[in-house]
C-alpha cells in the first residue's frame, strides 16, 4: 500500500475562456470507481447542451483505475490530457469533467491538450489539494477512572481520536501510523500505569 497519496480538497468548478469557448472544469474526491461514474453522470445531466462533456479519473492510491474520455473530441485531444494532469500532480481517488461550450474558434489538436489539460490544473490550484496519509487503526481499553485525562493526554500528543464508545470500561478509538506502533505502546503503559488493554486493527488513510 501507498503510504499516502494526495487528492482534491473539495468539490468544485473552475471555468476559463479560450477563443470564446468556455471549459468548466468539475472537480469531486471520489472513493471508488462507482463515484466517479455516478459523478460524470451528474454533470453530464446538468449540462445536456454543452458540446462535450470529457472525464478522466484514478481510482486506488496506486491509481489502479485511470479511466478517460474525449466525448466526441478528437482523439487523445480531451480525456488523455487531463488525465495526465492528474497523474503528473500525482491525484488518487478524484474526478475530473471538463464541459465545453463551444465559440465558433477551432482551436486545433495543440490547443486542445492545453485547454483540457490546462482547466484540469487551474482548477486544481483553486479548489485546493489534500493529503492523506495511511495509518493503523488501533483500540484503547481503559477504565473510566482513567478515560478523560487519557483522552486529554491523547489529544494533546496529537494523536487522531476518532470514536469513544462507554461500556463496561472505555474504548478509545485511534489512527497511528505504522513507525509509531512501538513507541505508542510504551507512552500507553506508562500513561496508565500498564491499566490499559491496546489492540491493533486494520489500515485506512486520514488527513495528514
Known amino acids: 500500500m501507498q503510504d499516502e497519496y494526495r487528492t482534491v480538497a473539495r468539490e468544485g468548478v473552475h471555468e476559463i475562456e479560450i477563443n470564446r469557448s468556455r471549459f468548466l472544469c468539475a472537480l469531486a474526491p471520489a ?4 463515484e466517479a461514474q455516478a459523478f460524470v453522470a ?17 481510482i486506488g492510491a496506486d491509481a489502479a483505475v485511470q479511466k478517460a474520455s474525449d466525448d466526441g473530441e478528437p482523439g487523445g485531444t480531451a480525456g488523455v490530457p487531463m488525465l495526465q494532469m492528474l497523474t503528473r500532480r500525482d491525484m488518487r481517488y478524484v474526478a475530473a469533467v471538463v464541459t465545453r461550450y463551444y465559440g465558433g474558434v477551432k482551436l486545433g489538436a495543440g490547443g486542445l491538450i492545453r485547454a483540457y ?3 484540469v490544473g487551474e482548477a486544481l490550484d483553486t479548489l485546493g489539494t489534500v493529503t492523506r496519509r495511511r495509518f493503523r487503526l488501533a483500540t484503547v481499553t481503559v477504565d473510566h477512572q482513567r478515560a478523560g485525562k487519557l483522552q486529554n493526554d491523547l489529544r494533546s500528543a496529537g494523536r487522531e481520536v476518532r470514536d469513544v464508545s462507554y461500556g463496561e470500561a472505555v474504548t478509545i478509538e485511534i489512527g497511528l501510523p505504522d513507525a509509531d506502533v512501538d513507541t505508542f505502546r510504551g507512552w500507553l503503559a506508562d500513561a496508565t500505569a500498564g491499566s490499559a488493554v491496546f489492540e491493533l486493527g486494520g489500515e ?3 488527513d495528514a
Request: hydrophobic share 30%; aromatic share 12%; net charge positive.
Open 31 to 34: 472513493a471508488t470507481e462507482q
Open 117 to 119: 489539460g490546462g482547466a
Open 42 to 58: 451528474r454533470i453530464r445531466k446538468e449540462h445536456p447542451t454543452a458540446s462535450h462533456n470529457c472525464f478522466a479519473y484514478v
Open 204 to 206: 485506512a488513510y486520514g
